[in-house]
Nanobody, 124 residues
Framework: QVQLVESGGGLVQAGDSLRLACAASGRTFSGNAMGWFRQAPGKEREFVAGISWSTTTYYLDSVKGRFTISRDNAKNTVYLQMNSLKPEDTAVYYC??????????????????WGQGTQVTVSS
């Protein structure tokens, strides 16, 4: 049974940092694309960052320069380092795996496995 488990969310002030982790179990995703999405209340789920099998990275324009996605294939884990957080970054953050893809897509339906989500709240 494949599971993705996120951790690292919390309540922080604007300008602070958080590091999210997504640990996968049940199969390895080292050769596949992984991504982070977020969903704020009343809004659609949006792509935040993705990493390819070759560790090429992709980002939502509004997080470029502030967020960094990385992966540790030995630990079957993907990370999202979030710096200079803003109140508009407040959302539930989800990790996702795309076992049919090498390059991360930006649409949720391109991913087959999802974590349960972790809440990130940034106060002003």
């Amino acid at each position: 049974q494949v599971q993705l488990v996120e951790s690292g969310g919390g309540l922080v002030q604007a300008g602070d940092s958080l590091r999210l982790a997504c640990a996968a179990s049940g199969r390895t995703f080292s050769g596949n694309a992984m991504g982070w999405f977020r969903q704020a209340p009343g809004k659609e789920r949006e792509f935040v960052a993705g990493i390819s099998w070759s560790t090429t990275t992709y980002y939502l324009d509004s997080v470029k320069g502030r967020f960094t996605i990385s992966r540790d294939n030995a630990k079957n884990t993907v990370y999202l380092q979030m710096n200079s957080l803003k109140p508009e970054d407040t959302a539930v953050y989800y990790c996702a795996a795309a076992p049919r893809s090498y390059i991360p897509g930006t649409r949720p339906n391109e991913y087959d496995y999802w974590g349960q989500g972790t809440q990130v709240t940034v106060s002003s």
